[in-house]
């Protein structure tokens, strides 16, 4: 077992890279606290489970930095968790955690997306919205849009549900917006400036617990024991999964 584990699933990394890193499934409600509890003491959130599935805790990454771990969050999931626990000593990495924290961002929409199942590795079925406004962003700066189509699309996609911010419902959203002799030049475009705003965040994630580990102070806060941690973490632990095991 390595020291350092990290929560991924949809947010495509380069996992065979990074050997001295186990990598297990997106984080849901007590996937810190099983982490911690097997004996992780580096731990990384990319991705978590949301919706259907109770999502990871605040409070148990706060438990297991109390405790002396390093927890640290990027591309979706984890620079969200990242962002709001800041001052409690959770570290973010990387551009999608920075405009949470400066809330240029605010939306959990921004960075979730539809993906298949485990066994599938959890491929991405739809775009993530910071995705698309990073490639948008790269298409003006090379003039195949203006800030005003810009504009238009990413407002178009944005209101759309995140489910439904797939390729297609791009490429409609361009020809919507861009005059139609040039809206097959731009979704060209698309193609080619596409970027992977997450998978960029999560390599970095991965290249930070690659490092040795930075000195952290000591948190200048005692762990909250609330009612509602004592009722999940300690009368119901029995009800949250396993490490690495599928949530219900």
Same mark, same amino acid.
């Given at each position: 077992?390595?020291?350092?584990?990290?929560?991924?699933?949809?947010?495509?990394?380069?996992?065979?890279?990074?050997?001295?890193?186990?990598?297990?499934?997106?984080?849901?409600?007590?996937?810190?606290?099983?982490?911690?509890?097997?004996?992780?003491?580096?731990?990384?959130?990319?991705?978590?489970?949301?919706?259907?599935?109770?999502?990871?805790?605040?409070?148990?990454?706060?438990? =297991?930095?109390?405790?002396?771990?390093?927890?640290?969050?990027?591309?979706?999931?984890?620079?969200?968790?990242?962002?709001?626990?800041?001052?409690?000593?959770?570290?973010?990495?990387?551009?999608?955690?920075?405009?949470?924290?400066?809330?240029?961002?605010?939306?959990?929409?921004?960075?979730?997306?539809?993906?298949?199942?485990?066994?599938?590795?959890?491929?991405?079925?739809?775009?993530?919205?910071?995705?698309?406004?990073?490639?948008?962003?790269?298409?003006?700066?090379?003039?195949?849009?203006?800030?005003?189509?810009?504009?238009?699309?990413?407002?178009?996609?944005?209101?759309?549900?995140?489910?439904?911010?797939?390729?297609?419902?791009?490429?409609?959203?361009?020809?919507?917006?861009?005059?139609?002799?040039?809206?097959?030049?731009?979704?060209?475009?698309?193609?080619?400036?596409?970027?992977?705003?997450?998978?960029?965040?999560?390599?970095?994630?991965?290249?930070?617990?690659?490092?040795?580990?930075?000195?952290?102070?000591?948190?200048?806060?005692?762990?909250?024991?609330?009612?509602?941690? =004592?009722?999940?973490?300690?009368?119901?632990?029995?009800?949250?999964?396993?490490?690495?095991?599928?949530?219900?």
């Amino acid at each position: 077992m390595n020291e350092s584990c990290v929560f991924v699933g949809p947010t495509r990394v380069p996992k065979k890279a990074y050997p001295q890193i186990d990598f297990l499934p997106p984080a849901a409600l007590g996937s810190v606290f099983r982490a911690f509890e097997h004996g992780y003491r580096r731990i990384g959130i990319i991705d978590g489970f949301f919706g259907n599935t109770p999502s990871v805790w605040h409070k148990e990454i706060m438990f =297991v930095i109390a405790q002396g771990a390093e927890v640290v969050g990027a591309a979706s999931t984890g620079a969200l968790r990242a962002a709001e626990l800041a001052p409690y000593g959770m570290r973010g990495i990387g551009n999608i955690y920075r405009l949470y924290r400066r809330a240029s961002i605010a939306d959990d929409d921004e960075v979730c997306v539809t993906h298949a199942i485990d066994a599938l590795d959890y491929m991405p079925l739809s775009e993530p919205m910071i995705s698309i406004r990073y490639t948008l962003r790269d298409l003006r700066h090379a003039g195949i849009v203006s800030p005003d189509e810009e504009k238009a699309i990413a407002a178009d996609l944005k209101a759309a549900h995140f489910a439904e911010r797939n390729l297609d419902h791009i490429r409609a959203a361009i020809e919507a917006h861009v005059p139609g002799d040039r809206a097959a030049a731009v979704v060209d475009g698309y193609q080619r400036f596409r970027r992977d705003a997450k998978g960029d965040d999560g390599k970095r994630l991965l290249e930070w617990l690659s490092a040795p580990r930075r000195p952290a102070a000591d948190p200048a806060w005692a762990f909250p024991r609330t009612v509602h941690w =004592v009722h999940q973490f300690e009368d119901k632990l029995g009800d949250i999964p396993g490490l690495g095991e599928k949530p219900v």
